[in-house]
């Protein structure tokens, strides 16, 4: 089973990740772990390193508890709800985890909600933890 565990740094994501990896314990499955951002370009190569190193502690996590994990830094120009997604067909991904942050009506209407994205449009069952 393959299971794609959204990863952005935040506690939220960190408890997306254990609940993955428990998921994948349960289920024999293999993790992939992603992060997406929009843009790659010489001005964010630090935000492109933390990414890096965020995926780098993931996977570190994942082999601790015994658990197959691939990362994936995705720089593609979509959001990060539309790279999961994508992702996560491309991949034939089975189960998605994702973290939702609490956020006011107004603030996902401002700033909109890539797990409500996620939930929205993936082919696959997904999981979300808060």
Aim: glycine share 8%; with cysteine.
């Amino acid at each position: 089973m393959k299971i794609l565990v959204g990863i952005d740094g935040s506690n939220t994501s960190k408890e997306a990740l254990q609940l993955a990896i428990k998921n994948a314990n349960v289920y024999g499955g293999e993790l992939l772990a992603v992060t997406s951002m929009t843009t790659g370009t010489p001005e964010e190569n630090e935000e492109i390193r933390a990414a890096e190193a965020t995926l780098a502690e993931a996977k570190s996590t994942a082999a601790e508890a015994g658990v197959t994990c691939s990362t994936h830094l995705l720089i593609r120009g979509n959001s990060a709800g539309e790279d999961i997604v994508a992702f996560a067909a491309e991949n034939q991904v089975e189960l998605i985890v994702v973290g939702i942050k609490r956020r006011s009506r107004v603030g996902k209407i401002l700033m909109g909600s890539s797990a409500q994205y996620v939930i929205l449009k993936a082919q696959c069952p997904v999981l979300t933890i808060k």
